[in-house]
């Protein structure tokens, strides 16, 4: 194994896999695979590291030597072992999706400047794209007043246990805000509900704007109203244990994902979206570029959500080569 090691936690989950096979692929012999499973980080090469475990996760970068960056691709309870990585200089890329843990990782940013390490938050499709898409409606209306973000996903796709577990706490949150008709390309007009994702709290902060809200609904109008008709039971943890069991079982729909962000300022209208297929693979290609731009880039040390950094703002272009399909402001209308 070479020097500057990158280390991708989870690394034989649903979207770790997929981040270890492209990062192989750009630089090979560097990727190690860890995770608390032991026997499928050793049955890829790798070795057991828990991010639950701060201390022995230290350990880990320390018998490993000459670790460059890490890649998160399961959530750690706390910011700990961001603090570990980023005290050591060791880059940072982190799918998490929830706003706290956010938050608290990017107060880390004196850490991360004063040791010459970068950090990138907000990195996938929500987080991550839709970041990407708000900036350039936001842009396009010279600095918006208000944000709002529409996210579709395949209820027939294939999430992992974290994911599912997630959006059913997020089920769980009181709403903020009311429930939006928008037109959302190949899906047509779709009814989408406030949701807790971690954008809507960035964004105000990164862009400046007043108020953001992200919504999300799901590729079936039926299992999107049933869903949120179950927000208020959701609030009892029996039943968002049962909601859990049960998402991780059916899967009813398809694969696509469609999101759009739409921005105003007075009387000026911007909306710009994507639309594709598998939204944690390109949860995973998003995770992969953003660590290969920091690897070969010159990103500014310091914490940054994937919209703060101008070397990534044509993210969405570069992933037309694996499906995605763009409509950016001024061009074709996204109701087309």
Do not use: K
Request: aromatic fraction near 4%; glycine fraction near 12%.
């Amino acid at each position: 194994m070479s020097a500057n090691r990158i280390l991708v936690v989870g690394g034989y989950g649903a979207v770790g896999a997929t981040v270890a096979a492209m990062l192989g692929g750009w630089f090979p012999g560097r990727v190690v695979v860890v995770g608390r499973d032991e026997a499928r980080a050793r049955t890829l090469g790798g070795v057991r590291a828990d991010v639950a475990d701060p201390d022995g996760f230290r350990r880990t970068l320390e018998e490993l030597g000459d670790v460059a960056a890490v890649v998160l691709c399961v959530e750690p309870p706390d910011s700990r072992v961001a603090r570990v990585c980023l005290e050591r200089g060791v880059h940072l890329v982190d799918i998490g999706a929830t706003w706290r843990l956010l938050d608290a990782t990017a107060a880390l940013h004196g850490a991360a400047a004063a040791s010459g390490a970068t950090a990138v938050l907000s990195v996938g499709v929500a987080p991550g794209l839709t970041n990407l898409l708000a900036r350039r409606a936001h842009e396009a209306v010279g600095g918006a007043d208000r944000i709002d973000l529409t996210v579709l996903l395949g209820a027939g796709e294939r999430h992992g246990a974290d994911a599912v577990r997630w959006t059913v706490e997020g089920l769980a949150e009181p709403p903020a805000g009311a429930p939006l008709r928008t037109t959302l390309p190949g899906h047509g007009r779709r009814t989408a509900h406030p949701f807790p994702f971690s954008d809507q709290h960035t964004l105000p902060r990164t862009l400046g704007v007043q108020r953001v809200t992200t919504r999300l609904c799901l590729d079936s109008g039926p299992l999107t109203a049933a869903l949120f008709g179950l927000r208020a039971a959701a609030r009892r943890p029996p039943v968002r244990r049962a909601l859990t069991a049960s998402f991780s079982r059916i899967h009813l729909g398809g694969d696509g994902f469609a999101l759009r962000a739409d921005a105003r300022r007075g009387d000026r209208h911007a909306a710009c979206a994507v639309t594709g297929r598998e939204q944690s693979r390109f949860t995973a290609l998003v995770a992969s570029y953003v660590t290969r731009e920091l690897l070969t880039g010159t990103p500014s040390p310091g914490v940054h959500h994937i919209e703060q950094l101008p070397a990534l703002s044509g993210l969405p272009e570069t992933l037309t080569a694996h499906g995605l399909t763009v409509w950016r402001p001024g061009g074709p209308a996204p109701e087309a």
